[in-house]
């Protein structure tokens, strides 16, 4: 399906596999850098080996089009968040939504649910959690700075599932990021420009003081 109106470029990308294999997807006209269909395999393929997608709750931050979030719906996560600013992309991500809710009743499947925040990454994670996340793809523009970004890292903790699996894309001018201590590497992949980073959270344990007052 194509989409071509105020705000979308023609389709480049598309769903790999899982129920909504091969559909397009519609991209921002500028502002993002979707992940390509070979990295994203490649990702997918990853991820597959270390949790089970199905049922799943999906974070993905500064979303773009969207194309990991709905990746993952496609292979069975049952939500995913979608968080985006800027109002351009996140009218794209509505739209892209709907073309997988559309599938799935198309196939008579569950139904899947999406939700767009169109907010900045740092105002959302500021908000108290309403549900947690097993899985939370992270690909912010390159020229986000470190400082930023270890600080989002920092404001995601409370959002998570025990043992979520937290997915970073950077350049590979970009250094590693700074992760909080809860948080277990699992994998690096290089896949051209792009750097994938791959970790688990770990529960936090509590403080002593914290133990004393519950």
């Known amino acids: 399906m194509a989409l071509r109106s ?32 070979r990295v994203r395999e490649a990702m997918f393929s990853s991820l597959e080996s270390l949790l089970d997608l199905g049922g799943i709750a ?20 049952s939500t995913a968040v979608l968080v985006e600013q800027s109002k351009s992309a996140a009218n794209v991500l509505r739209a892209n939504a709907e073309l997988l809710a559309r599938v799935a009743r198309e196939q008579g499947r569950r139904t899947v649910t999406s939700r767009i925040a169109q907010n900045s990454v740092s105002s959302f994670l500021r908000t108290p959690p309403g549900q947690l996340f097993e899985l939370v793809f992270i690909d912010p523009p390159y020229e986000l700075g470190e400082p930023e970004l270890t600080e989002a890292l920092d404001a995601l903790v409370p959002h998570l599932a025990p043992e979520a ?3 970073i894309e950077r350049g590979s001018r970009s250094p590693a990021p700074v992760v909080p201590e809860s948080f277990e590497a699992l994998r690096r992949k290089s896949y051209g420009e792009t750097i994938v980073y791959s970790y688990e959270a ?12 519950a």
């Open 58 to 77: 999906v974070l993905d931050l500064y979303a773009g089009s969207g194309a990991l979030a709905f990746e993952a719906l496609s292979r069975g996560a």
């Open 202 to 213: 770990s529960p936090v344990e509590e403080s002593d003081d914290e133990k004393s007052q």
């Open 165 to 167: 699996v937290v997915v």
């Open 6 to 37: 105020r705000g979308y470029d023609r389709c480049v990308t598309r769903i790999i596999a899982g129920a909504a294999r091969g559909h397009s997807l519609a991209v921002p006209k500028s502002g993002t850098r979707p992940t390509s269909d």
